[in-house]
């Protein structure tokens, strides 16, 4: 296991990352942190402050300057601001002078080098002689390199009394396994579901959860980086993310110390997810939306039932990342926000919406959903559209959906079925039975949403499709719309047990605005959407309800294309 720390420490980046980590181990380790890293202000030479005693020694303040990887001669003394000896003067000659708190002015000082790796013997002689010449009796220098680390991680985040037996061979065939994304991602799901499962109510218990899961989550995401295939990350931030909303959400109100630690964790879990996000979308997605069939190709397929699949995937995973964009964007408080911010994140939401379409365009396939529970995708798909203004987006995609889905259940061709296995859908659709067609489209969500966003827009060329392929071929279909119950909240973020309510037998010969009665009447009469704590306490439209759905392949609630109702009626 330390072996694996200190891989993983010496591959990441100094900011967000590994100066990201060294707040919470020090936290763990019992210290007071009392400054944190500040990227763009003059933190001269101090990364990290905290005070406290570190393995039975006396009580000093521990100053940190950090860099990543190895450390050599240009990153002891190059030409860079960033190089280890500048700051450490700045340190010396600046922040313990001025800004060192009052309370901490006679305690002993120990400034720390951090790096993720190891000092380089071109620059060992160099690093000694400096610290011997500047040390005092009351200041001292401590090397804490990826080794020193990486066995505070093990002693304090990963303590045997707090991980149990089971879980540290789980990470080893995790990474041992990133080039089987699936198998890779069943061994971290056991690992992070061990972790979270452990009952307790003390925030302080809770808070090295989620550390320890936050910290298995950045382990597995620079050994992915580093081997270009990060999808088992992605799977694995999702569930992450959920599992610690989770956990947190006790403590949401908290005012208290250990309380507020766990919602910035928390914070720091859901920032996590958004970079993978980003790096998917960055490498993976954007440069190929734009090119005929690129994507479609890159899936390197054995068939058109595996483009099928990847791709709507992707599409859902994009939308829900712009969707994440739409979320930092409100969550930046107005008065400390800076008009860089706000530019920087819509330029992201309209990248993420400019995607969407490229890739409608550019992979056909996408027309003619094979699964009805792809309905969960082109969902999240049109909350996202819906927020960006894109009507005549929205138009496009579902007509020519509805369209082909005429034209496949026409010649009996691969139209939306309710199969799941994947051996059933490579020989979809059956056709030496005369059954086949009721049993494999015995119930519907995808059609009823369609319906739904074609009244709510007044399409009425796609409702009229809608009502044809209802009419000509499945008279025998139970057109349903899923609904949160009072069990949702307990099992909604774990998919730890089923829940939620159904209402059946929707009738699409109505017109447009008695169906979208019969739909939103629910919606009222379902009033735990309200009581749901992604909805409590977090900014619309509800990323983590959405990420929840996406990922433990929930429908998604009517409630949130009641709000695009209300939004389009007022306005």
């Known amino acids: 296991m330390k ?3 200190r891989e993983y420490l010496a591959s990441l980046k100094e900011r967000k990352e590994l100066d990201a980590l060294l707040p919470d181990l020090l936290s763990q380790m019992g210290l007071e942190v009392f400054s944190r890293p500040d990227i763009g202000g003059r933190q001269y030479g101090v990364d990290i402050a905290a005070y406290g005693s570190i393995d039975g020694n006396l009580d000093a303040v521990y100053l940190l300057s950090v860099k990543s990887g190895d450390l050599g001669r240009n990153d002891w003394e190059g030409n860079s601001v960033q190089s280890l000896k500048p700051s450490l003067g700045e340190i010396l000659d600046v922040y313990i002078p001025t800004h060192l708190p009052p309370a901490y002015k006679d305690k002993p000082i120990v400034i720390c080098l951090c790096f993720g790796g190891e000092v380089k013997e071109t620059v060992r002689l160099n690093v000694s ?7 005092t009796d009351q200041i001292s220098f401590s090397e804490w390199n990826g080794d020193v680390i990486a066995g505070y991680i093990e002693n304090y985040l990963l303590r045997e009394e707090l991980l149990p037996e089971n879980c540290r061979p789980l990470l080893r065939k995790s990474l041992a396994l990133l080039d089987e994304p699936q198998a890779s991602y069943k061994y971290f799901n056991e690992l992070v579901r061990t972790l979270a499962a452990i009952e307790t109510t003390k925030p302080e218990e809770v808070l090295t959860i989620l550390r320890q899961i936050n910290l298995c989550l950045w382990i597995l995401y620079v050994w992915c980086r580093d081997q270009d295939n990060i999808e088992t990350a992605y799977q694995s931030s999702e569930l992450v993310t959920l599992l610690a909303w989770d956990l947190s959400k006790p403590f949401f109100d908290g005012r208290k110390k250990t309380e507020v630690a766990i919602i910035e964790s928390l914070w720091a879990i859901e920032d996590l997810h958004i970079q993978i996000a980003e790096n998917f979308m960055e490498n993976i997605v954007f440069p190929f939306a734009n090119k005929f069939h690129a ?8 068939c058109s039932l595996d483009i099928n699949l990847k ?6 995973r994009v939308a829900l990342s712009g969707l994440w ?8 408080p107005s008065v400390n926000s800076t008009k860089q911010e706000r530019s920087f994140l819509t330029e992201k939401i309209e990248k993420h919406r400019v995607a969407i379409v490229q890739i409608l365009v550019n992979n056909p396939i996408l ?6 529970d792809q309905a969960i995708d082109i969902s999240i798909v049109l909350v996202f559209l819906d927020l960006t203004h894109s009507k005549g987006d929205i ?19 691969n139209y939306p079925c309710n199969l799941q296995a994947y051996h059933e ?8 039975s005369e059954t086949y067609l009721e049993e494999v489209t015995t119930g519907s969500i995808l059609y009823p949403l369609i319906a739904t966003v074609s009244a709510i827009y007044n399409f009425d060329d796609i409702y009229d499709l809608v009502r044809q392929v209802k009419n000509n071929y499945l008279k025998h279909c139970n057109f349903q719309a899923w609904y949160p119950d009072s069990t949702t909240e307990e099992h909604f973020y774990t998919d730890s047990d089923l829940h939620g309510a159904t209402l059946s037998d929707l009738d699409v010969n109505k017109g447009k605005k008695d169906f979208l009665k019969d739909i939103f009447r629910d919606c009222d009469a379902a009033a735990h959407f309200d009581d749901l704590s992604g909805v409590v306490y977090q900014s619309k439209p509800f990323p983590i309800i959405l990420m929840a759905c996406r990922h433990y392949r929930v429908p998604v609630p009517m409630h949130l294309f009641k709000n695009i109702y209300e939004r389009h009626e007022t306005s």
């Open 3 to 5: 072996l694996i720390l």
């Open 129 to 135: 002689q400096y610290e011997n010449k500047n040390k």
């Open 295 to 302: 994507l479609s190709s890159a899936v390197s397929p054995s």
């Open 311 to 316: 791709l709507f995937d992707i599409l859902g």
């Open 325 to 332: 964009s739409f979320w930092q964007l409100e969550r930046i």
């Open 367 to 372: 027309f003619s959903p094979y699964k009805d």
């Open 395 to 413: 138009h496009s995609w579902l007509y020519n959906v509805m369209q082909s889905c005429l034209h496949l259940f026409g010649r009996n061709g």
């Open 425 to 432: 859908l490579i020989e979809h659709p059956m056709r030496d």
